[in-house]
C-alpha cells in the first residue's frame, strides 16, 4: 500500500483550523516549520499549567482519510485543516 498525502497545513498561531499549505517542511525533534506547535516543549496552555515545561511529543497531527469519509457521512461538512491536523 502506498501512502498519499492530500494536504498539508500550519498555523503561526493557536487556532483550531489551519489554512491549507502548498508545501511544509520537517524540522526533526521539532515538527513543522513556521507552526505554533514547533518545539521541543509543549506548547499546549494546559499541559503547561498542569504539567510545566514538558516535552513535545506531537509536535505534527496526521489524519486519515477515512475519518474524513466517514464524518461526512454522518452530515459534518469538513475539510483538510479544520480539525487542527497538519497534514
Known amino acids: 500500500m502506498n501512502a498519499i498525502v492530500a494536504a498539508v497545513c500550519r498555523s503561526p498561531t493557536h487556532s483550531f483550523s489551519k489554512p491549507m499549505a502548498d508545501r511544509i517542511t520537517l524540522i526533526a525533534a521539532l515538527g513543522i516549520e ?24 506531537r509536535q505534527v497531527h496526521l489524519i486519515h482519510a477515512e475519518l474524513f469519509d466517514e464524518l ?9 485543516g479544520m480539525m487542527g491536523e497538519n497534514s
Not at 507552526?35 to 521541543?40: E, K, M, N
Not at 461526512?72 to 483538510?80: D, E, I, V
Open 34 to 57: 513556521g507552526d505554533v506547535h514547533q518545539g521541543a516543549t509543549s506548547k499546549h496552555l494546559a499541559r503547561l499549567v498542569g504539567f510545566g515545561n514538558v516535552p513535545n511529543l
Open 72 to 80: 461526512r457521512s454522518l452530515g459534518f461538512t469538513l475539510s483538510a
